[in-house]
C-alpha cells in the first residue's frame, strides 16, 4: 500500500501500519467524497436539464471566449450555499441532522441539484446564455 506523505512523496508501508492508517484517514477520505458528487450533481443536471441531454447544445467554438460563456456564478453559488443548507441533512457520529434522521446523510449531491436549478434559471435570464 502507497500512501502520499506531507514532503510529497510516495511511502510504502508495512502490512503492520496499514490497519492503523486506514483507521485514521477512514473518516477524512470518506469525507472528501462529498465534494466531488456535488460537482458531479451540478454538472449532471447542467447536461440533463439545461442541455436537454444533447451534445449538440454544447458550442465547441466558444470554449475559450469568456464573454460567450456563462458566468458560472450559479454554480459557484449552489456550491457554496450548499454548505449552509447541508447542516440539517448530516448524518455523522458527532452530529445527526433533523432531516438526515429520516433520510440518513444526502447532503452536498442533493442540496447542491436543489439550489443550482433555480440559480441557473436566473443566470440564464439575466445573461442570456444557456
Known amino acids: 500500500m502507497y500512501v502520499h506523505s506531507p514532503n510529497i512523496f510516495v511511502t510504502e508501508l508495512s502490512p503492520q501500519r ?13 469525507n472528501d467524497y ?12 447542467e447536461h440533463l436539464l439545461f442541455k436537454k441531454n444533447d451534445p449538440e447544445n454544447y458550442n465547441a467554438e466558444i470554449w475559450d471566449i469568456p464573454a460567450k460563456l456563462p458566468t458560472g456564478i450559479a454554480a459557484l453559488a449552489a456550491g457554496i ?3 449552509g443548507l447541508v447542516i ?3 448524518h455523522q457520529p458527532w ?3 433533523p432531516i438526515a434522521r429520516s433520510t440518513r446523510d444526502i447532503g452536498f ?9 433555480p440559480f441557473r434559471w436566473l443566470e440564464i435570464r439575466w445573461k442570456g446564455i444557456i
Do not use: T
Not at 18 to 30: G, M
Open 18 to 30: 496499514r490497519s492503523r492508517v486506514h483507521c485514521r484517514c477512514a473518516p477524512i477520505l470518506r
Open 34 to 45: 462529498q465534494f466531488p458528487s456535488g460537482y458531479a450533481a451540478i454538472v449532471s443536471l
Open 81 to 83: 450555499g450548499s454548505f
Open 88 to 90: 440539517p441533512c448530516m
Open 95 to 97: 452530529f445527526l441532522g
Open 109 to 117: 449531491e442533493v442540496v447542491s441539484a436543489m439550489l443550482y436549478a
